[in-house]
């Protein structure tokens, strides 16, 4: 049976203090580069999301060679390249949306450095077969467009492979700070490298072992911004979080100037207050560099009738679900009609087609956390709304229904 929550909030005024998760993106890539020292060191403050956990306990099993991620896209990617030098024989698989989910231009990258690894089922997919083998690197091209995580993974290991790696990054790059905080966070674990244009080289050498905590994540601040945005007025201080932050989504404090809402750096977080109601006339946005902030702004601009063009979202399509056709399919039960004028583009004029008598709108999640944390502070513009598999905030907030309840909204369990 499957569960559904009914999200109300009659709350025009916010005032919290909210402990948000740890950064996932953070925790996932130090569990990595922490597993490839000679002497890990247990990381602080890792996050608790459905994500890490199952990338921590593949990283850190000693009974099995047979890994299945669920719907994790970060621990396949991650894992696949961790594995190929690590000698054994491994699988990993996952859920059938991960089985759907490309990393084929991974594998072929690592095979060109000696990998041998193969396809269980549907070539160019998981589930894979990894056969763990010394690796070699070289200079290897690959389309900057795709996947940050891809590029992401062959980084982590580049150091620790004969010889280090240098990839020369094709066209635009997607998600380019992504691929800074990796490499920032290995420059944290005692790395070298350059980046210079569109060439990134990482000489062989060792990471070095720090004691490192992980900072609160700024993708699940966004759904707070939101719910500020869509209140009369008030404020949020979220502790453990920084404006001078490696993570990219912090680009969302400037965003969110447009409506009318400041953040302040405090000594041990960031103050955000809405003492007016701004809105610009039209939203104009490339998500290239934060294609996980697409959904809560489509939201938003939904919730506050602000007509939209975003763009450099082509990489949502090969998200938990195809995010992109998701807005379209459950914006338009609010009657928000979306277009998507080219490949990667999402648009709206502003109009509603959908009468209020029309019911309550039913909100699917697609096993897509950010389905859920994006729709559920709509209600805050008076837009209540059922939402189907709510648990799925697991992946990466598991504490978002409670926070939700302090702030006021109303949390009704629905059985379908």
């Not at 050498?205 to 966004?222: G, R």
Request: charged share 20%; glycine share 6%; proline share 4%.
């Amino acid at each position: 049976m499957t569960m559904i929550y009914l999200v109300s909030n009659k709350n025009t005024t916010i005032n919290l203090n909210i402990d948000l998760p740890a950064s996932k993106s953070i925790s996932n890539r130090a569990l990595i580069i922490n597993a490839l020292t000679d002497n890990p060191i247990p990381i602080n403050n890792l996050s608790d999301s459905d994500d890490t956990r199952v990338l921590k306990e593949a990283l850190y099993s000693n009974d099995t060679a047979k890994f299945d991620i669920g719907h994790a896209g970060t621990a396949m990617r991650f894992l696949t390249a961790y594995l190929s030098r690590i000698a054994g024989e491994w699988e990993i698989t996952g859920s059938s949306r991960m089985q759907q989910r490309p990393v084929g231009i991974l594998v072929n990258a690592l095979n060109r450095l000696g990998g041998n690894i193969q396809y269980l089922e549907k070539a160019g997919f998981p589930p894979l077969k990894i056969y763990g083998s010394h690796l070699t690197g070289k200079t290897l091209e690959m389309d900057g467009s795709v996947s940050s995580q891809y590029i992401s993974a062959l980084l982590m290991i580049a150091p620790v492979i004969t010889n280090g790696l240098t990839l020369k990054l094709r066209g635009e790059i997607t998600s380019r700070a992504y691929i800074k905080m990796t490499l920032m966070l290995m420059a944290r674990f005692g790395i070298k490298y350059d980046w210079t244009e569109d060439t990134i080289t990482i000489p062989g050498q060792n990471y070095e072992s720090i004691n490192f905590t992980v900072e609160s994540d700024w993708s699940a601040a966004s759904y707070w911004y939101e719910t500020l945005a869509l209140s009369d007025n008030g404020r949020v201080f979220f502790t453990n979080l920084s404006l001078d932050s490696m993570q990219g989504d912090a680009q969302i404090a400037h965003w969110f100037n447009h409506f009318g809402i400041s953040s302040v750096q405090k000594d041990n977080g960031v103050l955000i207050t809405k003492k007016e109601d701004h809105n610009p006339e039209k939203l104009i946005l490339n998500f290239i560099e934060n294609p996980d902030m697409a959904q809560t702004m489509a939201c938003l601009c939904v919730a506050k009738k602000i007509p939209f063009y975003f763009s450099g979202l082509k990489t949502l399509k090969i998200k938990e679900t195809d995010r992109i056709a998701a807005l379209k399919n459950e914006l338009a039960r609010f009657g928000a009609l979306l277009s998507e004028p080219l490949p990667g583009e999402l648009k709206w004029s502003g109009g509603i087609t959908r009468s209020p008598a029309a019911g309550t709108p039913a909100v699917k999640t697609y096993n897509d956390h950010r389905m859920a944390m994006s729709f559920a502070p709509m209600a805050t513009a008076g837009l209540n709304m059922t939402i189907e598999d709510p648990l799925v905030v697991r992946k990466s907030y598991p504490s978002f229904w409670s926070d939700l309840k302090e702030a006021g909204f109303e949390i009704t369990v629905r059985d379908k």
